[in-house]
């Protein structure tokens, strides 16, 4: 038989989808590892999506992405980053931030080329740059703060990086990059001419005082960003699989032919409904920080009685629960974290993701947790948890 791709072995299946499907196997788990909410969308928007089903449209779109859906997204960004954003020249809608992540690194990723990724960065990165042919370069947020060394990262960029991926808050860690390390990246971009591809799907997800800040926005960056981002954490529609890319018209015309020859278009009649949010005042998103500050407090505090240790992010909404003091007791002896996430679901009934899907260093001590669930879900999943913690003398 043929040979498969070299590129297909270079990498796994997602951990974050395989922890679901076994999740998924096991009677009355609850998953806490794919971040996907278990409540709908806005009420607003399911009944613009009823009105779409009946009226349509139903066919293709443009394969850009719907003119009023563009249109809306331009307005929002042009009041976001005070400079103005053309619809058509400037925007690409995507099936979901997944594809839009995809289509940049193919844009601007020739083969050999190399990408810096921060780390523990989301899984999908890695496999991206492989499939554009790009060979990734890996920079640690060192713990517990998950900060990175100036002069690791700029090594990167000397070592010939054309692109950095910036998530931003960070999937898993929750970091929120502060103005000072947002302008010391651009500065380091600018002066070794290098693009900046920001991934800012969690960016009305920020607690604390916290400030999200769009690389696009900053002085002389809007030239060498591509924006990728989603309505599916903000809007609650996961399975929707909108997404964007914003940038300067030399890179948004070559995504566009990237975007059409991968999917042709995102769903017509979704993007209809869709406009319906993009449309939402202020008012809507200091709603959302308020749902999931009260849902990350939540579990944060629970985790805290239980005597496990964690983060807490600053923005999106996962949590890395450090199991360090499972891993040492003499039963859990030479146990990998996913071993650990499989015994947890089978005895315990809840889902996570093993925290080595998104490091590249060997972390063997972290698993993730999502908190965008309801409350009783929640509370029942805590429940669980401190069950196991209680099991094992952590409280």
């Not at 394969?63 to 563009?70: E, I, S, V, W």
């Not at 920001?198 to 800040?213: K, Q």
Request: charged share 25%.
């Amino acid at each position: 038989m043929p040979e498969l791709s070299r590129r297909v072995q270079a990498f796994t299946d997602s951990v974050i989808r395989r922890m679901t499907r076994i999740n998924d196997m096991t009677p009355g788990s609850i998953n806490l590892s794919q971040g996907f909410p278990d409540f709908d969308p806005p009420k607003e928007i399911l009944e613009a999506l009823k009105v779409a089903a009946e009226h349509g449209p139903h066919q293709y779109s443009i394969t850009f992405g719907a003119k009023n859906f563009r249109d809306a997204l331009a307005d929002m960004y042009t009041k976001k980053w005070n400079r103005p954003i053309d619809p058509d020249k400037e925007i690409v809608v995507t099936c979901g931030g997944t594809e839009a992540m995809m289509a940049a690194m193919m844009t601007v990723c020739n083969p050999g080329d190399k990408v810096a990724v921060f780390s523990p960065f989301y899984e999908n990165y890695g496999a991206d740059a492989i499939l554009s042919g790009a060979d990734p370069i890996y920079i640690p947020l060192v713990p517990p703060d998950f900060h990175y060394d100036r002069a690791v990262l700029e090594q990167a960029f000397r070592d010939g990086a054309k692109a950095l991926i910036l998530c931003n808050p960070s999937n898993p860690c929750g970091k929120v990059f502060t103005m000072g390390e947002m302008e010391e990246i651009a500065e380091l971009a600018k002066r070794y001419d290098a693009f900046v591809i920001t991934d800012e799907v969690y960016e009305y997800i920020i607690y604390d005082g916290n400030r999200h800040i769009s690389m696009a926005a900053l002085p002389g960056m809007y030239e060498r960003t591509i924006t990728c981002s989603s309505l599916s954490k903000t809007y609650s529609m996961t399975g929707w699989r909108l997404g964007y890319l914003i940038g300067p018209e030399r890179v948004i015309e070559a995504a566009k032919k990237v975007h059409d020859f991968l999917t042709v278009g995102a769903a017509a009649p979704l993007q209809e409904a869709a406009v319906t949010g993009l449309k939402f005042g202020p008012e809507y998103y200091e709603w959302l920080k308020d749902l999931y500050t009260e849902k990350r407090d939540y579990l944060c505090g629970r985790l805290e009685q239980m005597g496990l240790p964690h983060t807490t992010p600053q923005g999106s909404y996962f949590v890395l629960v450090n199991i360090s003091g499972f891993l040492e007791r003499p039963e859990f002896s030479g146990w990998t974290d996913l071993e650990f996430c499989e015994w947890m679901i089978k005895k315990y009934g809840v889902a996570a993701v093993p925290g080595s899907s998104f490091f590249k260093e060997p972390v063997n001590n972290y698993i993730r947790l999502h908190f965008s669930r309801g409350k009783e879900t929640l509370k029942m999943a805590a429940d669980r948890l401190e069950k196991m913690a209680k099991d094992y003398g952590f409280c």
